[in-house]
């Protein structure tokens, strides 16, 4: 057996940056997820998990018990900027029998949304380019958020979008229920990357393919595939 070691050449990473976001609308029928959207501007992400909280339970004069309750899955997303498909999602309604009629009216019913972005994953001797995480977020509700304009001047400032999420997980095969399924491009084999990057992002040619949101059976389809 060899000794542990610490702080080895390569084995020093970090996780940063968010980018490649990609957002699917819940429109479809029986709430299917549409096609993705890129979604520019994004500037940060923060992932916030709550609950998993132990209850203690005693009897017979000791604790006899944990009790965990269930865990929640939350999301903060900041952006300079929106898919304009996005609005249906922020409680926002097109007015008008013209399509794109550029007016829109708000405190509307909200769809829901799946997310996917992509963090980067360094190391000491790679930099930044080490590998990276693809984040997918499922059933998804944005919540009503504060917006501050302030008048231009000799400090400009672009004004920054914020969204509280929420989510509902969806059902896996012989796993509890998730919200959240992250994949790591750096254990995944790369043949299997392509196939879910090709469904995550579309595909160019002829015939090319149009950007979708995969369930987590179907990430697992791909992974248990030959």
Same mark, same amino acid.
């Given at each position: ?9 390569? #084995?020093?990473?970090?996780? *940063? &940056?968010?980018?490649? &976001? ?8 029986? &709430? ?10 994004? *500037? ?8 998993? $909280? ?11 018990? @944990?009790?965990? @309750?269930?865990? $929640?899955?939350? #999301? ?42 992509? *963090? $980067? ?21 944005? #919540? ?12 400009? $400032? ?26 790591? @491009?750096?254990?995944? #084999?790369?043949?299997?990357? *392509? @196939? ?31």
């Amino acid at each position: 057996m060899a000794v542990l070691t610490w702080d080895a050449d390569g #084995a020093r990473h970090f996780e *940063t &940056g968010v980018s490649k &976001g990609v957002l699917y609308p819940r429109t479809g029928t029986n &709430g299917a997820y549409d096609d993705g959207i890129a979604w520019n501007g994004l *500037t940060s992400i923060t992932e916030s998990p709550s609950g998993a $909280e132990a209850t203690p339970l005693y009897a017979d004069n000791i604790k006899y018990l @944990s009790m965990m @309750s269930a865990e $929640e899955f939350g #999301a903060t997303i900041e952006a300079y900027t929106y898919p304009d498909e996005f609005a249906v999602c922020d409680g926002s309604a097109e007015v008008g029998e013209v399509t794109g009629s550029g007016v829109t009216i708000g405190q509307q019913a909200r769809v829901g949304f799946g997310l996917c972005y992509r *963090t $980067e994953i360094g190391n000491d001797v790679d930099g930044n380019a080490h590998g990276y995480r693809l984040h997918l977020l499922y059933g998804c509700m944005a #919540a009503p958020s504060e917006r501050a304009y302030q008048t231009i001047n000799d400090s400009p $400032e672009a004004i920054t979008f914020s969204w509280e999420v929420t989510t509902t997980p969806i059902a896996v095969t012989d796993f509890l229920p998730t919200s959240c399924l992250i994949i790591d @491009s750096t254990k995944i #084999a790369s043949g299997k990357l *392509t @196939s879910i990057e090709a469904l995550l992002y579309g595909t160019d040619g002829t015939p090319g393919t149009t950007a979708s949101l995969p369930t987590p059976d179907e990430i697992i389809a791909i992974l248990d595939a030959a």
